[in-house]
Every structure is written in structure tokens, then in C-alpha cells.
């Protein structure tokens, strides 16, 4: 079974570590796959990264494109900058088609389906996900 994770894009764009953290828990064989939300979510993450160090921001350049082959899926889901920043318009998102979970810088007002960078790990609610499953 896959499951659509919204992640913020300054969130995993805001460090080397933090993309590298992030990205490789996703794809089809983790059962985990990041949602374009917004629709230029690789463009935004790209930005965010423009303090890394040109070394790290070509390598993350590269991820991402590959990161569109089998970690990133089109969304549909629209993104409306009146109602705020990126995790406003995700938590709307979620109430009209949930996410599996929501993945943020911070999460200022405690919502349950959102899990914050520093706090993920794989025995997370939010991130495990059954990978396999006997036939």
C-alpha cells in the first residue's frame, strides 16, 4: 500500500542533512510518497536550499530529479496562498483529502496529523508504514 505525505518544502530544503534524511525515506518500495503540493514543490524545495553550499545544493538538485521518477507524485490537490502559509494550506488540504501525515518545520498548533523534522523517526505513527506483506 503507498501512502501521499505532505512535506513542506522549506522543511526538507533547509539543510543537506535534512534533505538526505527525508528524501530516503520515501518511494515506492518505503510505501511512502511525497506529494507535489504545491505544484512546484521541487522549484520551492530548490529555493529553500539557497544557503547550503553549492556542493550540497547541486547534490540535492540532483536527488530531486530523480526524486521525480519514483519519490514525488502529482497532487491535484490546489494551493491557495490567501489562506496562508504552506502548513495552513496543507492541514485545509488534509480535511478535504487527508494525507497520511503532514511534515513540517514546526507545528505551532499542535495538530495531530502533523510530525515536525526533528521529531521523525521510523517507529513514528505518522512515517511507519507496513512495507510487505505475506502472499
Do not use: C
Not at 505532505?6 to 518511494?27: C, D, H, M, T
Not at 507524485?73 to 494550506?89: F, I, T
Not at 511534515?103 to 511507519?128: F, K, Y
Amino acid at each position: 500500500m503507498l501512502f501521499e505525505y505532505a512535506v513542506e518544502p522549506q522543511a526538507i530544503g533547509s539543510s543537506w542533512q535534512n534533505f538526505r534524511y527525508l528524501i530516503e525515506k520515501f518511494g515506492f518500495d518505503r510505501g511512502r510518497l511525497i506529494s507535489r503540493f504545491p505544484k512546484k514543490w521541487e522549484r520551492e524545495v530548490y529555493n529553500s536550499a539557497a544557503q547550503m553550499k553549492p556542493i550540497e545544493r547541486a547534490r540535492l538538485e540532483i536527488a530531486l530529479k530523480e526524486a521525480k521518477q519514483s519519490k514525488v507524485v502529482r497532487s491535484g490537490r490546489p494551493y491557495d496562498p490567501a489562506l496562508g502559509s504552506w502548513l495552513q494550506n496543507a492541514i485545509a488540504q488534509h480535511v478535504a483529502v487527508p494525507f497520511h501525515a503532514i511534515i513540517a518545520d514546526n507545528n505551532p498548533t499542535a495538530h495531530p496529523q502533523v510530525a515536525t523534522v526533528d521529531e521523525i523517526d521510523e517507529q513514528d505513527v505518522l512515517i511507519a508504514v507496513k512495507q510487505d506483506s505475506p502472499v
